[in-house]
């Protein structure tokens, strides 16, 4: 569903990535996890583009997207994402924040959308708060109303940058609940986080990435439970204390 | 359970002109009118004196006919700068952050040329350049006129280059990248995120500076216009001097005042309205 190969990306003298390779299958939850500064983000932004790699292919469902003749626009169409900091569009409501999208992307009719935007509203739990602004909602009700923006493009994945992060720790629990009901779902997902109950109960599969490279992959239970690297060991044994 | 979610989902629209706007507006002008009634007492003059409006005193210097084609002449140079500086200024603010740079740097000039020199020293110079730039065949004997409410119009769009900057600078890098994200062209994200985020910010000082270059349309009599200002100037001048009726000075420069703040405060409403379309809930100002 989604490849990564060889990648690399550069900002100045800054060597953020360096050679990802990475496969992800239709319906699997990754998880990202590594310290900070180790390129997570970045790899995140490679495979939608909002960040442009300097070497190395991105496929989406076997097409190769970082090519100058596809639009990045029709790549971000196919992959969603959901920020650390929410970015709700500050001057929509939640419903309009949702609508946004199939309305001037995809040019939906306002109806059409606007349904389908309570369906979605509805399903992270928020249909009555559809008509409020973002500063009239908690964290963690603004990070689903991101989620159910993201989804409202029918998007074929969804990538996950730290969606839990920037939230007071009461609301993170509505949050990952939300993320798991979508996996068990069958949306394919890549999750930067360092949600250790969610990687180990919702991924297929964690990765560990550590200055621009991926250290080691593999079942949640193995990479926590018998971390073969020496810095995954001492990374893992930081968030789990 | 249905009426809950009826009532939660029904569209809210705020009212642009509420019965408090009308009553602020009215509270306005019936200030400005007392604040005139007042000094016409202390100071010893009538407003309608006809000795000014009727020109019997004045002979060749009819008020009245000068006073409305002044006035006309005001509205088509502030219709004139008005847009021109919107369009400088937006155009020019964007410039300063757009992701292509070789133009930042000149804006940057342009904006400390204009904010740097005096208007009137600005519509002196462009009347005087107008001529001699422009092929004889486009020169009218309006040129002089045109070529200052130009130059005024550059000069007020360099204060609104920097205000749309700073309303475009307001907009958090993260409410791009989300509408990125959504598969929006660079257009679309203009459109529809940034801009109206950035106008909602830019609308308040906007105003203030509307306010100013309406009043600095009068300006323009230093190169010869007869707009509202010109025209009384050279009714005062009649006045003081052939006539020697000083009080009559206070009953013109009364209305042509009366004027420019009718002109002022519908402009300032107007932005009022225009911000209220904008108005974001959770995002107020502080009440202090």
Redesign the interface.
Known sequence: MIQVEGVHKSFGALHVLRGINLDVSRGEVLVVIGPSGSGKSTLLRCI?L?VEPDAGKVYIEGVQVNRPEIR??????QV??V?Q?F??????TA?ENVM??PL??KGIARETAEQKA?ALLARVGL??????????LSGGQQQRV?IA??LA?DPKAILFDEPTSALDPEYIREVLDVMTALAREGMTMIVVTHEMGFASGVANRVVFMDAGVILEEGHPEEVFSHPKHERTRAFVGKILR | MAT??AE?????TVPLITSKTVIRAVEALVGAIVFVVLIQYVLRFSLFDPDLWSGATLRQANYWPRFVDGTKTSLFYISLTLPISVAIGFFLGWARVARFKAFSWPVAVYVDFFRGVPPLVIIIFASLLGPKLLPPRFITPDTPLLMGALALAMHSGAYQAEIFRAGFQSV?R??L?????????PG?AMQ??VL??AL?LSLPPLGNEFAVLIKDTSLLYVIGAFDLFGWSLLTGQTIAIDVGRLELLFTMWTSVALVYFVLTFAVTRVMLLVERR?H????EALSI
Do not use: C, D, I
């Open positions: 939608n909002l990045p626009e029709w790549v971000r169409q969603g994402m920020f900091s970015n709700l569009f500050t001057h929509m419903l946004l999208g001037k992307v309570k249909a009555a708060k559809a008509n409020a602004y973002p500063a009239e991101a923006r993201a493009m | 809950v979610e939660a989902t029904r569209t809210e958090s993260g409410q990248e989300a509408a990125q994200a959504l598969g929006m062209r679309q529809s995120v109206p985020q909602r904008f974001a809930r959770g995002l």
